[in-house]
T-cell receptor
Framework: EDQVTQSPEALRLQEGESSSLNCSYT??????LFWYRQDPGKGPEFLFT???AGEEKEKERLKATLTKKESFLHITAPKPEDSATYLC??????????FGKGTHLIIQP | EAQVTQNPRYLITVTGKKLTVTCSQN?????MSWYRQDPGLGLRQIYY???????DKGDVPEGYKVSRKEKRNFPLILESPSPNQTSLYFC????????????FGPGTRLTVT
């Protein structure tokens, strides 16, 4: 059974304080590793897809990286508007994505 | 604008009263799915559809029905809602199919009393 574990569950940072969120996974036949951002009461917003170990993708202050067992979402010099829940998901099964429970990120001004 | 829409956005109902949550996408995606999101449990897939007239169960299908008669629409039906179906529901679609990135609707918050 596919499993996705995200850590920490919650993270509070000061504005400008860089950090990383972790997503570890066990899945047979990884088809992709996905990162989403979710604001309260809204649908998840797609950020990145990573397909192979060593791959990196960037968008503004976010950079996602992938190894054979985990992925990191690095946040550089975050701003309050980066506050959200960040979800990680794996694809590989015939039915769809397996999501982690998310990291709730708060950036304090 | 490419998007997934859901209606209603908020719904309060009583136990046993049949309801339908509509989902529509304008991106010509063949794959669509429904999720529920609960505190501490994350997103869990209810049903999915690979194409018109092709649907299958996800992880938590009990108490739900779906239909896919048109490519753009994928309604979720609760024939006899119960309080344990109180949740936040999301519809999603994908251009590439299961196991690939999905694009989510804004959500429907359902309360069953």
């Amino acid at each position: 059974e596919d499993q996705v574990t995200q850590s920490p569950e919650a993270l509070r940072l000061q504005e400008g304080e860089s950090s990383s969120l972790n997503c570890s996974y066990t899945v047979s036949g990884l088809r992709g590793l996905f990162w989403y951002r979710q604001d309260p009461g809204k649908g998840p917003e797609f950020l990145f897809t990573l397909y192979s170990a060593g791959e990196e993708k960037e968008k503004e202050r976010l950079k996602a990286t992938l190894t054979k067992k985990e992925s990191f979402l690095h946040i550089t010099a975050p701003k309050p508007e980066d506050s959200a829940t960040y979800l990680c998901a794996t694809g590989g099964g015939a039915d769809g994505l397996t999501f982690g429970k998310g990291t709730h990120l708060i950036i304090q001004p | 604008e490419a998007q997934v829409t859901q209606n209603p956005r908020y719904l309060i109902t009583v136990t046993g009263k049949k309801l339908t949550v509509t989902c529509s996408q304008n991106m010509n995606h063949e794959y669509m799915s429904w999720y529920r999101q609960d505190p501490g449990l994350g997103l869990r897939q209810i049903y999915y559809s690979m194409n018109v007239e092709v649907t299958d169960k996800g992880d938590v299908p009990e108490g739900y029905k779906v239909s896919r008669k048109e490519k753009r629409n994928f309604p979720l039906i609760l024939e006899s809602p119960s309080p344990n179906q109180t949740s936040l529901y999301f519809c999603a679609s994908s251009p590439l199919g299961p196991g690939y990135e999905q694009y989510f609707g804004p959500g429907t918050r359902l309360t069953v009393t």
